[in-house]
């Protein structure tokens, strides 16, 4: 059981947009920032989003994030295949001391 | 250039004890507000924070595994040490570092190391 609460799935056809949701509480995301990354199989977790909403340079702006109060997301815009893959949040929690991790949202391309 | 690769044994048995290595290049462990951080995935499983250390020596881990993790770094090697004692299969997963080498949440991650718990 994560402490933060992602859908374990989402989808959507090319060129559409898909928002991922990312869930918490007041000692991870409600006080701290968020980060995602995007996971293709077989491969190394890439930061896709870090403080909640700054892109690192040769992230297309096709994906953007957001805050607001104890949830967060991910929307992904202009849907294209090789968007499909594993998409995880995470944060520091202040309670645990420690940094806590979503379940993981699986996205396919319809 | 920031780059961070693990290694370690590719295979353990049970009740031993695990020590994986994050060696590091293109910043210092020594930075003021560097952080790195270990973090594992079971085969297809979702990612799970183990343990971090910072350029002052302060340490974090995880609540659930605090007791069987030791988390070290030696700058002069430019690495950082995690070790696990009395590894079960549960414990099968692909082990990551990545680092933070500012204030910010910025991170940086290696490609990982695939650790096999069995007998």
């Known amino acids: 059981q994560s402490v933060l609460t992602q859908p374990p799935s989402a989808s959507g056809t090319p060129g559409q947009r898909v928002t991922i949701s990312c869930s918490g509480s007041n000692s991870n995301i409600g006080g701290n920032f968020v980060n995602w990354y995007q996971q293709l199989p077989g491969t190394a977790p890439k930061l896709l989003i870090y403080?909640?909403?700054q892109r690192p340079s040769g992230v297309p702006d096709r994906f953007s994030g957001s805050k607001s109060g104890t949830s967060a997301s991910l929307a992904i815009s202009g849907l294209q295949s090789e968007d499909e893959a594993d998409y995880y949040c995470?944060?520091?929690?202040?309670?645990?001391?420690?940094?806590?991790f979503g379940g993981g949202t699986k996205l396919t391309v319809l | 250039q920031v780059t961070l690769k693990e290694s370690g044994p590719a295979l353990v048995k049970p009740t031993q004890t695990l020590t994986v290595t994050c060696t590091v290049s293109?910043?210092?462990?020594?930075?003021?507000?560097?952080?790195v951080s270990w973090i594992r995935q079971p085969p297809g499983k979702a990612l799970e924070w183990l343990a971090r250390i910072d350029w002052d020596d302060d340490k974090f881990y995880s609540t659930s595994l605090k007791t069987r993790l030791t988390i070290s770094k030696d700058t002069s090697k430019n690495q950082v040490v995690l070790s696990m004692t009395n590894m079960d299969p549960v414990d099968t997963a692909t082990y990551y570092c990545?680092?933070?080498?500012?204030?910010?949440?910025?991170?940086?991650w290696g490609q990982g190391t695939l650790v096999t718990v069995s007998s």
């Open positions: 403080s909640s909403n």
């Open positions: 990545a680092a933070r080498i500012d204030s910010g949440w910025y991170d940086y």
């Open positions: 995470a944060a520091w929690d202040d309670s645990l001391n420690g940094r806590v």
């Open positions: 293109g910043f210092s462990l020594s930075t003021s507000e560097m952080r």
